[in-house]
């Protein structure tokens, strides 16, 4: 007789390739990217509202983590999207990443890859096998979010877009299509990658990758920083906005090094230089932070 355990154990065998760490059975785990506590805090940091009998849209679902989450917390109904990952055989594609960045050649992004197929969708496998271990009930829905007819879809009291923002070449018309599938009243939670330039937090920024600069990823294109963040939420058509994570606080310099600025400043940057005819130094890059930002967004 076929165990739960037996099903779990199948499931993981028959999927090379896992992004989230889900558990499928006690103790059985399917082998994510990170290790399930990980996944975990990410879920506790997004610091959900109740979502007994919500209705729920994650879009950009993946191996689903964050759908089955949703559900095992009370929600009444959860609609999984996704189109790109689910289109591209990622076992594949991540063997080609993984020995891009060892040695620098050249990586398509999937979609020019030749590991997309999206009439077979080989990267939906983990997605239901998850599923089918689980017994969930959350619905699957293959579509592009940026061209799909979002009509079709529906409105939901709550929309997790995580992961997704800085993936898209147009950052505001992806938050207003959010906008548009969060029901009145409604929450949507946006989690990104971000920026943070000290002593520019009060401007809204973005930082652009015209290539492979963020994680040797070519899909990567956006960060905002969290003035910029909060923008794209209010110019989409959200009325309340409210910015759950900020970035790390960097720890202050050591005594000598605080020290050998202020000589350095003192020598090459002040006054005395300018009156004694030294042309001005070179001006240090600005640094700036990354860190995932969390954003509360209601309609």
Not at 224 to 239: D, H, I, M, S
Not at 278 to 298: D, E, L, N, S, T
Request: aromatic share 8%; with cysteine.
């Amino acid at each position: 007789m076929t165990t739960v355990q037996d099903r779990a154990e199948e499931a993981i065998r028959s999927c090379p390739e896992w992004y989230h760490s889900i558990e499928l059975a006690p103790g059985i785990v399917t082998p994510g990217r990170q290790p399930l506590q990980y996944w975990q805090k990410e879920l506790a940091h997004l610091q959900l509202p109740d979502l007994h009998g919500k209705s729920v849209l994650d879009i950009g679902a993946y191996d689903g983590f964050f759908s089955f989450a949703a559900e095992r917390l009370g929600a009444a109904r959860v609609t999984a999207l996704d189109h790109y990952v689910w289109s591209t055989d990622m076992a594949g594609y991540m063997k080609d990443w993984r020995e891009s960045k060892r040695t620098g050649a050249p990586l398509p992004p999937p979609h020019e890859s030749r590991h997309w197929r999206p009439q077979e969708l080989p990267g939906r496998r983990p997605f239901e096998a998850a599923r089918s271990v689980l017994g969930s009930k959350v619905e699957p829905v293959v579509g592009d979010f940026m061209t799909m007819d979002l009509s079709k879809l529906g409105c939901f009291d709550v929309v997790l877009f995580l992961g997704v923002l800085y993936h898209l070449e147009e950052p505001l018309q992806a938050v207003r299509r959010v906008a548009s599938v969060t029901a009145p009243g409604g929450l949507a939670v946006l989690e990104t990658e971000a920026i943070s330039v000290p002593g520019l937090e009060d401007r809204a920024l973005c930082e652009f990758f015209p290539g492979r600069e963020l994680n040797n990823d070519p899909t990567n294109w956006w960060a905002p920083n969290g003035k910029a963040l909060e923008g794209l939420c209010r110019a989409a058509g959200f009325r309340e906005v409210v910015l759950k994570t900020g970035p790390l606080p960097q720890p202050c310099p050591p005594f000598r090094t605080r020290i050998t600025a202020a000589l350095k400043h003192l020598l090459f940057a002040s006054h005395l230089p300018q009156k004694l005819g030294c042309p001005p130094p070179p001006q240090p890059p600005v640094p700036v932070i990354r860190y995932r930002a969390i954003a509360h967004a209601r309609r």
